[in-house]
Nanobody, 114 residues
Framework: QVRLVESGGGSVQPGESLRLSCAISGAPYCRFNMSWWRQTPGKERDFVARLLRGTTEYAESVKGRFTISRDSPQNTLYLQMNSLKPEDTGMYYC?????????WGQGTQVTVSS
């Protein structure tokens, strides 16, 4: 069992930055394939970034602006978001995927508006 708790969301203006955090607890073997997703009302949840055994992957829309990382004890997953745009607005979710199953956090809201 894995528990994921996101934090760090908020309301910012275009061009500003935010750093999201995802606190991870339980099942150490489920911390190797971690990702961030975002969702806006009425739409499906979209992939944002993945960290898989040290390798990163990003959606085209966030490449060069967002950075996914993890602390050394692998207790916290981060998403550094720079040069935010209004289209980055949404609920951001942390996800862990392992043999036992797929786990999601409750989400943290990011709003980018002038």
């Amino acid at each position: 069992q894995v528990r994921l708790v996101e934090s760090g969301g908020g309301s910012v203006q275009p061009g500003e930055s935010l750093r999201l955090s995802c606190a991870i607890s339980g099942a150490p073997y489920c911390r190797f394939n971690m990702s961030w997703w975002r969702q806006t009302p009425g739409k499906e949840r979209d992939f944002v970034a993945r960290l898989l055994r040290g390798t990163t992957e990003y959606a085209e829309s966030v490449k060069g602006r967002f950075t996914i990382s993890r602390d050394s004890p692998q207790n916290t997953l981060y998403l550094q978001m720079n040069s935010l745009k209004p289209e980055d607005t949404g609920m951001y979710y942390c996800k862990s995927q392992c043999v036992e199953g797929t786990y999601w956090g409750q989400g943290t809201q990011v709003t980018v508006s002038s």
